[in-house]
């Protein structure tokens, strides 16, 4: 069992942010790749990029993180949701869904969708998303071949 953190965490939404914190979170999460060597400098722009950023906090520390991406009237995405693995199952990743989720429908977005990492599904159903059946999703392969055709 994880034991409760003695000191309240801080979700909240916000327009920039460490870094190294988010280097620290990308690599926690697994999805640093060999390609962003030293140059993370692009993390930068996912947060102010974002219609809306989320980040989790511990005595100013981030720990946590997600993103909406949206035009803010109709339709959102939410992706890169994470949480730094010593802090899991406190429930911060389901804070952060639920502050993101808040925000969008307070500027009157009403299609909130994500991609689920395989076995995250009941984490994300609890949450109040279904699978959208019928749909497939799908991501560009090679954007050579798209433009060609």
Known sequence: ?????????????????????LVALYKDAG????TYGESPEF??????NSALFAGAFLN??????GRALSDL?????????????EYRG??????????????LKAHGVDWIGLIAEPGTTVFYEDL???????????????ETNATQK
């Open 60 to 65: 100013k520390k981030m720990i946590g993180m």
């Open 73 to 85: 009237v109709s339709d959102a995405y939410i992706q890169d949701v994470a949480v730094l693995k």
């Open 128 to 142: 109040g998303f279904q699978q959208l059946e019928g749909h497939v999703p799908l991501k560009l392969k090679d």
């Open 90 to 103: 406190r429930g911060i990743g389901k804070k952060i869904i639920q502050t993101l989720i808040t925000g």
């Open 1 to 21: 069992m994880t034991p409760p953190l003695q000191t309240e965490i801080e979700i909240r939404l916000i327009k920039t942010a460490s870094l190294d914190a």
């Open 43 to 48: 993390l930068h722009h996912i947060v102010g």
């Open 31 to 34: 999805w640093w790749e060999d």
